[in-house]
């Protein structure tokens, strides 16, 4: 925590043997309920009875409407609904091509805390560099080895369909064993036009380790922006809302795209706060100058 920002332990800790229901089919509160447990005494209870599928699934069958918070929003109001609480969480998660890497997987996760008692609507969300997303086009009796290697299976499961065709050709999801992918392989390649199958990372939680890593330490960030209270207003959840690139070079002073500022928020007042760079850097190196290194 850095130190500026007050102790988690000054304040009285708001959400102390509180309950937040939980949206989410596949076990997600074995990652994200101990964090918030230790750190604000909030009782995550997951939903039940809840189809979260309804808002977007990663295999493509119903495509989520709107951006990350928004379907996160949605779900936590869903769960919250079904749980009569006033206190719910969801996340969402997408994966796909590295923003800033070209050829590298990443995972963008995102997860919500909504209090409609206060009001509030407090997120966190983080760009995982370790993920095992990946895909992979073959024919029956094609190796495999490298890509179950570099995917992580059988611990992490398989999608499998039809390479070409609906996106429910031939589908088959969850598969953790060699017989059920090499039967799935059989048959989504029978049904594709090209004769070849189609092989995906399952990306829902409780079939992939990686992800419920990710989940963790997304729950540990938004367990200690919820213990931080608004110098303003002294609601929880204050915390980083984004930054300000343009750290000027320090040989010529010309602005940069490195951050020179971090910007701090609280959803419940709307209070602002720009804070320098944490590493304490005022000037960007000329490396990075659009001037002095074009
Ligand atoms: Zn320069
Ligand atoms: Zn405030």
């Known amino acids: 925590m850095r130190r500026h920002e007050p102790a988690a332990t000054d304040e009285p800790r708001p959400y102390a043997g509180r309950s937040a229901v939980l949206a989410t089919m596949h076990r997600k509160e074995d990652a994200i309920a101990p964090a918030l447990n230790?750190?604000?005494?909030?009782?995550?209870?997951?939903?039940?009875?809840?189809?979260?599928?309804?808002?977007?699934?990663?295999?493509?069958?119903?495509?989520?409407?709107?951006?990350?918070?928004?379907?996160?929003?949605?779900?936590?109001?869903?769960?919250?609904?079904?749980?009569?609480?006033?206190?719910?969480?969801?996340?969402?998660?997408?994966?796909?091509?590295?923003?800033?890497?070209?050829?590298?997987?990443?995972?963008?996760?995102?997860?919500?805390?909504?209090?409609?008692?206060?009001?509030?609507?407090?997120?966190?969300?983080?760009?995982?560099?370790?993920?095992?997303?990946?895909?992979?086009?073959?024919?029956?009796?094609?190796?495999?080895?490298?890509?179950?290697?570099?995917?992580?299976?059988?611990?992490?499961?398989?999608?499998?369909?039809?390479?070409?065709?609906?996106?429910?050709?031939?589908?088959?999801?969850?598969?953790?064993?060699?017989?059920?992918?090499a039967r799935a392989i059989a048959t989504a390649a029978a049904a594709s036009s090209d004769r070849r199958a189609r092989l995906e990372t399952d990306m829902r939680a409780h079939l992939n380790p990686t992800r419920m890593k990710s989940l963790a330490a997304l729950a540990d960030r938004l367990a200690r922006r919820l213990a931080t209270p608004c110098p303003a207003c002294a609601a929880p959840g204050f915390g980083r809302t984004g930054s300000r690139v343009g750290l000027t070079c320090e040989a010529c002073g010309t602005p940069t795209e490195m951050v020179l500022a971090e910007e701090y928020g609280c959803s419940a007042c709307g209070c602002r706060e720009e804070r320098p760079r944490s590493d304490g850097l005022i000037r960007a190196p000329a490396q990075y100058c659009p001037e002095c290194n074009p």
């Not at 979260?52 to 989520?64: M, N, P, V």
């Not at 919250?80 to 719910?88: C, I, T, V």
Request: charged letters at 20%; glycine letters at 12%; proline letters at 6%.
């Open 38 to 181: 230790t750190t604000l005494g909030l009782v995550v209870v997951p939903a039940s009875g809840l189809d979260t599928d309804q808002l977007g699934t990663f295999s493509g069958e119903i495509a989520r409407q709107g951006t990350m918070l928004e379907v996160a929003v949605r779900k936590a109001r869903l769960g919250m609904q079904g749980a009569g609480l006033p206190l719910g969480l969801a996340s969402e998660g997408s994966f796909g091509p590295h923003p800033a890497i070209p050829f590298f997987a990443a995972g963008m996760e995102l997860l919500v805390f909504v209090d409609d008692e206060r009001g509030i609507v407090v997120s966190e969300s983080l760009i995982a560099d370790a993920t095992n997303f990946g895909r992979l086009v073959v024919a029956p009796g094609d190796a495999l080895d490298p890509f179950l290697e570099r995917v992580g299976f059988p611990s992490h499961a398989l999608i499998v369909r039809a390479n070409e065709g609906s996106v429910t050709a031939a589908l088959a999801k969850g598969i953790t064993d060699r017989e059920s992918l």
